[in-house]
């Protein structure tokens, strides 16, 4: 079992960066990929961002290339998502998610078996 908290959401105006967190408990955490999605009001829950659990491959949706990077310390049970210009179309409540199964796919939001509760992220001026 996993339990994952994240934080590090809030207000920022656009082209500002925010870094989430997330917390994992259980001692399996550095065997789980994780992944970071996004639910925009009226709108299905997004892919963002996944890592492998060495942290070795890295994944992202097209919208957020070159702006988010995601990354993660097995030491700490941490995963990071850091997010830099930010848009008004990023707003978004951003959850993470974890499995120890998945190998391929990471965008597929029903193969990760644990998640957190989110944070709210709004890029407003």
């Known amino acids: 079992q996993v339990q994952l908290v994240e934080s590090g959401g809030g207000l920022v105006q656009p082209g500002g960066s925010l870094r989430l967190s997330c917390a994992a408990s259980?001692?399996?955490?550095?065997?789980?990929?994780m992944g970071w999605f996004r639910q925009a009001p009226g709108k299905e829950r997004e892919f963002v961002a996944a890592i492998t659990w060495t942290g070795g491959r890295t994944f992202y949706v097209d919208s957020v290339k070159a702006r988010f990077t995601i990354s993660r310390d097995n030491a700490k049970n941490t995963v990071y998502l850091q997010m830099n210009s930010l848009k008004p179309e990023d707003t978004a409540v951003y959850y993470c998610?974890?499995?120890?199964?998945?190998?391929?796919?990471?965008?597929?939001?029903?193969?990760?078996?644990?998640w957190g509760q989110g944070t709210q992220v709004t890029v407003s001026s």
């Open positions: 998610a974890g499995d120890r199964k998945i190998t391929s796919n990471f965008e597929i939001a029903n193969l990760y078996d644990y």
């Open positions: 259980g001692r399996t955490f550095r065997s789980y990929a």
